[in-house]
């Protein structure tokens, strides 16, 4: 949850960490949670129902399961979750009076903090029927995360994974946010390195096995620019096109990339198995 310039004034360190198997373990629970929660709402979202509902939903889960929602304060932002409609591209404030409805197009982004260690995960999704283009921009948006996290491998370049994730984007008729990014992710919400989903192969840094990024493209169904609105918070299109954003922790391994906190073997490996 956080754009390119707060990010870069927020940092001190451009040192990326090598987390521990130890450390990996506890940053997979903490994504298995955040999972979880997605799910929850998901399951839950339906018309009628306001985002202030599925702010308190996502609260009563991780009272469950005794965490602390990662995003509440964060910055001063003011809630657990961001749910973000429609135009509205990230940083979404629940409400009582934001309803959702049929047709809707709902991006959730959620995070936990488990014993120190933070999760951080996203998913999109429709309101019943959606048109043609939103479902086109959720599996577009969705395909290219998962293309990211297939070049999250040993001896790859950072930028590897945002050529891939830009190149199904583009070749979809959809745009990259450019003012928002992937990150880091550890014992702090946001490390380095930055993760833009745009970018030449071949260049930044050489990957390495204990590397843990958060991956998450934001992709508009227009042209790329955003705007914050008078809340400070919520970032929408420019254009007031369709957004759609999807995010995953994952780790870099010997054997390939592991995304974190998978609750099946669909989400192995950076290949995501389809039914």
């Not at 198997?21 to 018309?47: F, S, Y």
């Not at 409400?95 to 959702?100: D, E, F, V, W, Y």
């Not at 050489?206 to 958060?214: C, E, I, S």
Request: proline fraction near 4%; charge should be negative; hydrophobic fraction near 40%.
């Amino acid at each position: 949850m956080k754009s390119a310039g707060t990010y870069r004034r927020s940092l001190n360190s451009s040192v990326i960490s090598l987390k521990t198997r130890e450390q990996i373990e506890h940053l997979h629970r903490a994504n298995q949670i955040v999972l979880e929660v997605l799910a929850a709402l998901q399951e839950a979202a339906r018309p009628g129902m306001s985002t202030l509902a599925l702010d308190q939903l996502a609260t009563d889960v991780c009272r469950r399961r005794k965490v602390r929602p990662a995003f509440l304060g964060l910055y001063g932002f003011p809630n657990g979750l961001c749910i973000s409609l429609n135009e509205e591209v990230v940083h979404g404030i629940p409400s009582a009076t934001r309803i959702l409805r049929e047709g809707d197009v709902v991006s959730i982004d959620y995070g936990v903090v488990y014993e120190g260690w933070y999760g951080d995960a996203a998913i999109t999704f429709g309101i019943g029927q959606v048109s043609d283009v939103a479902r086109r921009l959720i599996q577009a948006t969705e395909e290219a995360l998962y293309l990211g996290i297939a070049q999250a491998r040993v001896g790859n370049r950072l930028h590897d994974i945002s050529a891939a994730v830009q190149a199904h984007v583009e070749a979809a008729g959809f745009s990259v946010v450019r003012e928002f990014v992937g990150h880091g992710i550890g014992e702090s919400p946001h490390e380095p390195p930055q993760i833009p989903n745009y970018g030449a192969a071949g260049s930044g840094v050489r990957l390495k096995a204990g590397m843990v990024f958060a991956l998450e493209p934001m992709v508009t169904a227009g042209d790329w620019p955003v705007r914050i609105l008078a809340d400070g918070w919520t970032a929408v299109t420019a254009d007031d096109s369709l957004s759609a954003h999807f995010e995953r922790s994952v780790v870099i391994t010997d054997q390939g990339p592991e995304i974190l906190g998978k609750l099946d073997e669909r989400e192995a490996y950076g290949q995501r198995r389809r039914d």
